[in-house]
């Protein structure tokens, strides 16, 4: 005899409802994922455009650099469509961010070889970049510029509210604008412009000092041009030979010192004699002047 169908047992699903361990590994890469697209985001500034005449040389990937620090990237280059112009398209830091502004000035380093001077040489061996001088500081916010075929003049310069210095002397000879100034054989400074005095009787050479540097430069500084290689030969003393940095021998460049009593501080713009060579005291002055460096690189160039 069958039993009733009702008797016999059925089995029951139960769904547990508790956390599989699977997921972690899931979870644990968007988490990384969005970790990284936040920096990512976060590190992102605006994008400019600056249309050039000939961008010759410009790549994507070349450096946008103002004060020796990268502040941009180039992104995209492209022709304009008028066909006279190349529009480049860069990406600048968060920290570059604030330098785009109405007036702000851009141009492309190029290396350039001549008699005269050798300026851009960082360029010829490595990467080319675009050197960037900044707007006012109370201008409005732009993002489309004019790139200038060569550096600014001094004007621009001035502008800018670098701390310059002016320097008179009867010939320019092998200094042209590019050439270092330095203290001790280290840069800290550029030539920006060269001009004949209003009486044509001599020459005024203006360079820019980097801030880091700029109390070493007292009432009592004297300036000398180091260009060269500088020779005395005696009769007991033998043969002596003394030349500063080697980017003043090549492109010439001008060197100073600063007394042991070294005197107030200047302002902005002051004026000095250029003398055409240092006597040997000048270098053996050695004072104590409390300047603010950095490891950053002391070039002041843009």
């Known amino acids: ?9 059925t089995a029951r699903v139960v769904r547990r409802r508790g956390f599989n361990p699977a997921w972690l590994v899931p979870l644990a890469v968007l988490a990384v994922v969005a ?18 005449a000939n961008a ?3 790549r994507i990937g070349d ?23 190349v529009s480049v398209v860069a990406e600048l830091t968060p920290d570059g961010a604030p330098l785009a502004t109405q007036g702000s000035r851009f141009w492309i380093v190029r290396p350039e070889v001549s008699l005269q001077r050798i300026s851009g040489l960082d ?14 500081a109370d201008a409005p916010v732009a993002d489309t510029f004019d790139g200038l075929a060569k550096p600014p003049v001094l004007s621009a310069i001035t502008e800018s509210g670098d701390f310059t210095i002016s320097l008179i002397a009867p010939r320019l000879g092998s200094l042209s604008v590019g050439s270092p100034v330095t203290y001790r054989d280290i840069p800290v400074g550029r030539i920006v412009h060269t001009q004949l005095a209003d009486d044509a009787t001599s020459v005024r050479i203006h360079a820019t000092i980097d801030p880091a540097y700029t109390p070493l430069i007292r009432e009592r500084t004297r300036f000398w041009n180091a260009s060269g290689i500088s020779a005395d ?18 492109s010439g460049g001008i060197a100073f010192a600063t007394p042991d ?3 107030d501080e200047i302002q902005s713009g002051h004026t000095f004699e250029l003398e055409p060579e240092a006597p040997d005291s000048w270098i053996k002055w050695d004072p104590e002047i409390p ?5 950053a690189s002391p070039d002041a160039q843009p």
Do not use: C, H
């Open 233 to 250: 030969f005696g009769l007991f003393a033998g043969l002596s030979v003394r030349a500063d940095s080697l980017e003043s021998v090549l």
């Open 63 to 85: 450096a946008i650099v103002y004060r020796g620090l990268r502040v941009g990237t180039v992104r995209d280059l492209t022709l304009a469509p008028d066909r006279q112009q």
């Open 56 to 58: 010759d040389g410009a």
């Open 291 to 295: 300047i603010q460096t950095t490891d």
């Open 1 to 9: 005899m069958t039993q009733p169908a009702t008797d016999i047992p």
């Open 261 to 263: 009593r070294t005197g």
């Open 35 to 52: 970790a990284v697209a936040w920096q990512g985001f976060q590190s992102r500034g605006p994008r400019i455009t600056i249309r050039f």
């Open 123 to 136: 360029t010829l061996v490595g990467p080319q970049y675009i050197a960037l001088l900044p707007g006012p």
